[in-house]
T-cell receptor, first 114, second 115 residues
Framework: RKEVEQDPGPFNVPEGATVAFNCTYS??????FFWYRQDCRKEPKLLMS???SGNEDGRFTAQLNRASQYISLLIRDSKLSDSATYLC???????????????FGQGTILTVHP | DAGVIQSPRHEVTEMGQEVTLRCKPI?????LFWYRQTMMRGLELLIY????????DSGMPEDRFSAKMPNASFSTLKIQPSEPRDSAVYFC?????????????FGPGTRLTVL
């Protein structure tokens, strides 16, 4: 089983739609959680961190369920510019050699069309 | 800030040749990471450094791969000899040592093709 699993999609949605991505992780000791975004043939960039209480950044909402080892990302009012691959990322508990060891999911492809 | 700089951006070489990828991290960042991305395996961490010292190289696929960081502003990833299965995009990333965050800043990547 992969450490981080995502539905690869692709998700094809019209502008204005709401779309949700899910991600599960296998290591219950995982400490930190993130969503990164990667545009075609570009580098990954941090989209948002995911906090236990859930957090929102404009049209984006991230949720974490530690009991189910599940992370989600909700995008409301989709824009054409949201088209990208969304990567679910987890890290182990901090300290020592585990610092910064991001484990990436395979990514979920989103295409927003007019 | 110029961000993480990688060179070359594209490299095409023949099997058996030596390949050297270069990275300049963001000034002041204590951590430097090398990743490889392929369609089949996604994004994988190869090795990372803290203050120029290699901390974890468990992701390095085999002895043909080596990485160095001679100073805080420069790192290399070398493949010798290269093989077609090494074809991938290689990303370098750096991170400041800030408590409570693991945010990493990626360079634009080097697209390697081994024929």
């Amino acid at each position: 089983r992969k450490e981080v699993e995502q539905d690869p999609g692709p998700f094809n949605v019209p502008e204005g739609a709401t779309v949700a991505f899910n991600c599960t992780y296998s290591n219950s000791a995982s400490q930190s959680f993130f969503w990164y975004r990667q545009d075609c043939r570009k580098e990954p960039k941090l989209l948002m961190s995911v906090y236990s209480s859930g957090n929102e950044d404009g049209r984006f909402t991230a949720q974490l369920n530690r009991a189910s080892q599940y992370i989600s990302l909700l995008i409301r009012d989709s824009k054409l510019s949201d088209s990208a691959t969304y990567l679910c990322v987890v890290t182990p508990r901090g300290g020592g050699t585990s610092y910064g060891k991001l484990t990436f999911g395979q990514g979920t492809i989103l295409t927003v069309h007019p | 800030d110029a961000g993480v700089i990688q060179s070359p951006r594209h490299e095409v070489t023949e099997m058996g040749q030596e390949v050297t990828l270069r990275c300049k991290p963001i000034s002041g960042h204590d951590y430097l990471f090398w990743y490889r991305q392929t369609m089949m395996r996604g994004l994988e961490l190869l090795i990372y450094f803290n203050n120029n010292v290699p901390i974890d190289d468990s992701g390095m696929p085999e002895d043909r791969f080596s990485a160095k960081m001679p100073n805080a502003s420069f790192s290399t990833l070398k493949i010798q000899p290269s093989e077609p299965r090494d074809s991938a995009v290689y990303f370098c990333a750096s991170s400041p040592r800030l408590a409570g965050t693991d945010t990493q800043y990626f360079g634009p990547g080097t697209r390697l093709t081994v024929l």
